[in-house]
Each structure stands twice: as C-alpha cells, then as structure tokens.
C-alpha cells in the first residue's frame, strides 16, 4: 500500500476547480513496472512519483504514458513538499531541472517551451467560440489549445486545451499549454482554462516562462 495525495492545481480565486493531480509523495512504493498501469487506474490527467523528495527527482505519467515534463504536476509537487516535508529549490523530472518556489498564497515553477509534449495553438474570435467547442475545431491539431484574449490590454485569455493522444480529452488546466503560449506571444497572461481554472504565465530571461497558480488539498488516501 502507498499513500496517494490528492491536490487541484491552478485553482480559482475561490478555490474552486483546479487540475486534479495525484501524487505519491513515497514513489519507491510503487514499482516502476507499475507506475504506467496506476496512473491509468486512477486516471487523474498526470500522476507524479516522487522517487527523491530531498533533491526533487519526480516522475510524471498520464492515463496513457510518461512525460518528460509537465506544468501542474510541477506546481503541484513543489507545493506539496513544502507542506508535508520540506521546499524544495528545484524538481527533477527527466527533462531537467525546474526552479520551483512557494509564497504569497502561490506555487511557482519556471520551465522551457520545448520540455512541453507537443500541442498546437488555434485562436478564435471571442471567448464565446471557446465555450461552444466539444472538442479540437475541424483542421486544428487533435491536441490543441483553443484561446481567444478576453481582455488583450489585461493580458487576459480565454482557454481549452484537448489532448486525446495522451489519454486526456479535454484538460482542466494545462501549465505546459500555458509555458509555451506565454512564450510565443513574449508577454505575461492571465489564462483562464477549463470550467475555472486559473494560470499564471511571464516570460523569463533566458528562454525560460514561470507559470503560477493555487493549490488546494482534497485528501490522502491509501492505493
């Protein structure tokens, strides 16, 4: 048996919605043999293994495979370490080092557009085209992210993001979405995806893009 945490990421202001994410903070618990057919079972869009909490070595599976690197279990990781064992300065997943912080009520992580799993970008007319897609538009990319600016001044952005390849119809907050837009529109954004998620975004020197958001703690239970 292992325990298995169970945070949202990218919350409302609320603390409503929020990317459900599963994370053992124990990883070696679970065999690695193993770790594709749990996060399938429990099939949370990413579920993160956390094989050393000292140094931040995580890895992160989806219903149907591993990623290199993904944004909420990012956030959501660093988050939960500072709150049942230590912060952490950095995690590890295998794509390479992340610089993660905690504070103002926030989880930080600053990652590089291309560790993000491949998605295309369609942008709409408003906000209410959005809101009316069942799925990825005719002659977008199967995995895509769907936006239009609520507010463009504000930086304010409406979003969905599909991603049917990696075994997540639709996504409730997508922080890798989130890294590579910010990076290619080279400004910061206030995303708001999903039902009522909410992702930070700005561009960092260096070629790096921090996303941040709020996490909320739903329960630890045993797998």
Same mark, same amino acid.
């Given at each position: 048996?292992?325990?298995?945490?169970?945070?949202?990421?990218?919350?409302?202001?609320?603390?409503?919605?929020?990317?459900?994410?599963?994370?053992?903070?124990d990883g070696g618990?679970?065999?690695?043999?193993?770790?594709? $057919?749990?996060?399938? /079972? @429990?099939?949370?869009?990413?579920?993160?293994?956390?094989? /050393?909490?000292?140094?931040?070595?995580?890895?992160?599976?989806?219903?149907?495979?591993?990623?290199?690197?993904?944004?909420?279990?990012?956030?959501?990781?660093?988050?939960?370490?500072?709150?049942?064992?230590?912060?952490?300065?950095?995690?590890?997943?295998?794509?390479?080092?992340?610089?993660?912080?905690?504070?103002?009520? @926030?989880?930080?992580?600053?990652?590089?557009?291309?560790?993000?799993?491949?998605?295309?970008?369609?942008?709409?007319?408003?906000?209410?085209?959005?809101?009316?897609?069942?799925?990825?538009?005719?002659?977008? /990319? #199967?995995?895509?992210?769907?936006w239009a600016w609520?507010?463009?001044?504000?930086?304010?952005? $409406?979003?969905?993001?599909?991603? #049917?390849?990696?075994?997540? #119809?639709?996504?409730?907050?997508?922080?890798?979405?989130?890294?590579?837009l910010a990076a290619?529109?080279?400004?910061?954004?206030?995303?708001?995806?999903?039902?009522?998620?909410?992702?930070?975004?700005?561009?960092?020197?260096?070629? @790096?893009?921090?996303?941040?958001?709020?996490?909320?703690? /739903?329960?630890?239970?045993?797998?």
């Open positions: 048996m292992a325990d298995l945490h169970v945070v949202r990421v990218f919350c409302g202001e609320d603390g409503s919605w929020g990317n459900p994410l599963g994370v053992f903070l618990a679970v065999p690695e043999p193993d770790r594709q $057919r749990v996060a399938a /079972d @429990l099939g949370f869009s990413e579920t993160v293994f956390v094989d /050393d909490p000292r140094h931040g070595e995580i890895r992160i599976f989806t219903p149907a495979v591993e990623l290199p690197f993904a944004g909420h279990p990012v956030v959501g990781t660093a988050w939960l370490l500072a709150r049942e064992r230590e912060p952490v300065a950095a995690l590890r997943p295998p794509a390479g080092e992340v610089a993660v912080r905690v504070e103002g009520g @926030l989880a930080y992580a600053a990652g590089r557009p291309e560790w993000a799993p491949g998605i295309g970008f369609w942008e709409v007319g408003s906000p209410a085209e959005v809101e009316a897609l069942d799925g990825s538009p005719e002659g977008a /990319d #199967p995995e895509v992210g769907v609520i507010d463009e001044p504000a930086g304010m952005i $409406r979003e969905r993001v599909f991603a #049917p390849g990696y075994g997540i #119809p639709e996504d409730e907050a997508t922080g890798s979405a989130a890294i590579t290619r529109l080279g400004r910061e954004l206030d995303i708001r995806q999903g039902h009522g998620s909410r992702i930070l975004a700005r561009p960092l020197p260096g070629g @790096l893009v921090e996303i941040a958001g709020r996490v909320e703690h /739903d329960e630890v239970r045993e797998y």
